[in-house]
């Protein structure tokens, strides 16, 4: 006797569409069969699409900035993605530059994510390291973690990693099995004018700043035969150029994340009378550059959110030093995503994450897999409205989706039904060595 049957939906397996069941026992995955077999709830899911569970690479809950927090913590932040169909995230440690300072935040940040209604997982972070990174990176492997971010920008606040320490990583990411998740811009091309508004955004951060910064981390990713992620890309050039030059590691070495906000709108937005809410580091780009990333999305391996929300109140700052760089968006990101590129994103959101994050578990609808499962109606006349967030606005609102979530399950239990949600604990997920 199964616990649960999802029945008559059309069901994503494999990267194709089934119409098939699937029976849940516990918190996994026991079995896909066309037959209809006895279990305690039957659940009817005709006319909804059974995908696996999105999880997100990229987001930042409870994000202090010294002079501001990110406004959605655990619990709101992970009921947003819960509407957007997420059973599961991936957030970051403080920047540290020592074991006993990433020791500490692993349990700071950890104690923080208890309110999380999904599950989660953490990437360790490093800024500007001088001491002994083996220890450090045997520490972050101890703790569980096979994912390390780093920038290559914010020197000013100290955190940047320069070259030598990044080969360093790189070999050492061989070495350990882990992958290194860089953001990337180069730091001597960035303009902290003090003078600029947030309409200056494009010219504080540049194009060029990433391009140039990601082809130089590529070659340093070929020669060391490391592994890197690059979180997200912003710019179909800068896409274009790794194609024409780094198609040898691309994705198998040198991995592309990019966001929602990146597919969606251009800097042009900068310039309306709201600009101020379409602030984020790295900044939108061109018309040109936006058309390039979707004329190359097949070679962007994931797709992030960057969720970092902050109220309109905090983003109408005149100067650009003033505004918190960052916005939400984890509830829409699989709508506008589908609206955009269709079908092919979900891998993109689920099975690909998975893979990189080393979550063996999840990803996928696969017997032995964990019960991580997205009810989703499919609706190609709909437009977002609203948000279980925090934060009171969102740059998607009023803009076309593919459709909406109904019901989400996390190892097995409903924690949205019918668009209700019920009480439930995420909790931690083990991770396992990146290839
Ligand atoms: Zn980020």
Redesign the pocket.
């Known amino acids: 006797m199964y616990d649960k049957a999802i029945i008559n939906g059309k069901v994503y397996v494999n990267q194709i569409w089934e119409e098939t069941n699937v029976y849940i026992k516990g918190e996994k995955i026991a079995l896909i069969s066309n037959d209809f077999l006895p279990a305690s709830e039957i659940i009817d899911a005709k006319g909804l699409e059974v995908l696996p569970g999105m999880i997100d690479p990229?987001v930042?809950f409870e994000l202090d900035l010294g002079f501001i927090k990110s406004v959605d913590d655990f619990y709101s932040g992970s009921v947003a993605a819960l509407y957007g169909g997420y059973t599961a995230y991936v957030d970051?440690l403080e920047p540290t530059d020592s074991v006993e300072a990433l020791e500490n935040s692993y349990y700071d940040r950890l104690a923080l994510a208890k309110k999380s209604v999904i599950d989660y997982h953490f990437h360790a972070c490093i800024k500007n390291p001088k001491g002994d990174l083996e220890a450090y990176v045997k520490k972050m492997k101890s703790l569980g973690m096979n994912t390390l971010k780093l920038f290559t920008t914010y020197s000013d606040s100290d955190r940047r990693t320069y070259d030598q320490e990044i080969i360093e990583l790189l070999k050492l990411s061989k070495k350990y099995h882990f992958l290194i998740m860089a953001?990337i811009e180069n730091d001597d091309l960035i303009d902290l004018n003090p003078n600029f508004t947030y309409k200056d955004l494009p010219m504080s951060r540049p194009s060029i700043s990433e391009l140039t910064e990601a082809l130089k981390l590529a070659e340093y990713t070929r020669q060391t035969k490391g592994y890197m992620y690059m979180?997200?890309l912003t710019s179909g050039k800068t896409l274009e150029a790794l194609i024409q030059n780094y198609s040898d590691i691309l994705n198998k070495h040198f991995f592309v994340e990019s966001c929602p906000q990146y597919f969606t709108f251009t800097n042009e937005k900068l310039n309306e009378e709201e600009g101020y809410l379409y602030t984020f580091a790295p900044p939108l780009r061109s018309h040109e550059e936006k058309e390039l990333l979707f004329k190359y999305h097949e070679s962007v391996f994931t797709i992030g959110t960057?969720h970092?929300a902050f109220m309109k109140k905090d983003k109408i700052k005149p100067k650009l030093s003033q505004i918190p760089l960052?916005i939400g968006g984890i509830e829409h990101a699989l709508g506008i995503m589908r609206h955009h590129l269709g079908d092919q994103v979900i891998e993109k959101m689920t099975s690909r994450v998975a893979f990189t994050q080393g979550l063996s578990n999840k990803g996928q609808i696969k017997e032995g897999f964990d019960a991580d499962i997205t009810l989703f109606k499919a609706d190609a006349g709909m437009r977002v409205s609203g948000n279980h967030g925090t934060c009171d606005y969102s740059v998607y609102e009023d803009l076309a989706t593919s459709g909406k979530v109904i019901s989400t399950l996390v190892r097995g239990q409903f924690v949205l039904k019918d668009q209700i949600l019920i009480k439930h604990e995420g909790k931690l997920i083990k991770g396992c060595d990146f290839l």
């Open positions: 990229h930042h970051f953001h979180v997200h960057d970092c960052g």
